[in-house]
């Protein structure tokens, strides 16, 4: 019997621990794949102890996934056994939707198939993500992984990557454009890396003069305070675009207060209580803008990993080991990781075999 093991939590107060199931048979369009990294993302301590009400248990978490194609379907056209891919936050679609058809899967107006803590389309049965030995997937929603980059170091890029490349696309980041990155963890690190790769003039803002230098090495040309406000009045009406990854409820206005004109913040963090409401004239008398984004479509993700690729860009991550998850999110909780943990799952197989 063809058995995945994996670390689940079985309820809301529990520990993750051991936990084995049978995946699905492939069907004519799926990969097979053996996981051999798995990024930690702060929504899977969300899902894991129930913080958004919606996890269906057990839950085995991880949607940002780096392994080996080890089988594939009958009828499989995109990978062979072999090849190095990866998986991000969702494993499925509508694909009929008009954001489907856009190659925008992520917004599919029927729900897309998050890779775990979702229902398959087919037989409703619940999936299950990267904190385990192997994953099956259709082949529309598998990434190629540039063979160049550190595989363990690519992990993030498929949740944490995509969600700060995606607004600095949409919002034609490059040469030229002043661009504000708010926060400086897993979303943040990445948003400066990618931004400063596109060629804008890249500032970070952090409440920790202790980031001033890590900021700086990580691609950010400034690092402003955001706590003082003498600082934060230097850069009045002079951003083209700000990115905001800070998932904690705080004040917007002092950040829409340093938008040029035209200018726009994208909130990518997804804080457990919704932020005061803005100053509407701040707004309105500028034609400034305030909106959203979630994760990225296939396409672009696809995008975004070729870039790295060429640019030689990954996550700056601490590797741990299966049965050290437990630890890693009561750290996560005190931002005490720099700026990723990423799970060797070869610790997993080594546990299982025991």
Known sequence: MNITHAYAAQDAKSRLAPFDYKPRELRAHDVQIE???????????????????NTIFPVV?????????????AHTQKYRVGDLVGVGCMVDSCRTCPSCQEGLEQYCENGMV???NGQDRETQ??????YSTSLVVHEDFVLRVPENLDPAGVAPLLCAGITTWSPLRHWNVGPGKKVGIVGLGGLGHMGVKLAHA?????????TSPSKIEDGKRLGADEVVI??????????????????????AQHDLNPFINLLKRDGNMTLVGAPENDHPAPHVFDLIFKR?????????GIAETQE???????????????????????EAYERMLKSDVKYRFVIDIDTLRQESAA
């Open 35 to 53: 996981v051999l990294f798995c990024g930690v993302c702060h929504s899977d301590l969300h899902q894991a102890r129930d913080e958004w009400h």
């Open 61 to 73: 978490p991880g949607h940002e996934i780096v392994g080996r194609v080890t089988a594939t379907g």
């Open 114 to 116: 998050p890779t775990y």
């Open 125 to 130: 049965e619940v999936t299950y993500g990267g």
């Open 198 to 206: 596109l060629g804008a003039h890249v500032v970070l803002f952090t």
């Open 226 to 247: 955001s706590k003082d406000p003498q600082q934060m009045a230097q850069h009045a009406n002079s951003f083209d675009f700000i990115l905001n990854t800070v998932a």
């Open 288 to 296: 400034r803008s305030v909106a959203g984004s979630l994760i990225g």
């Open 304 to 326: 975004m990993l070729d870039f790295c690729g060429k640019h030689n860009i990954t996550s700056d991550i601490e590797l741990i080991a299966m049965n050290q998850i437990n």
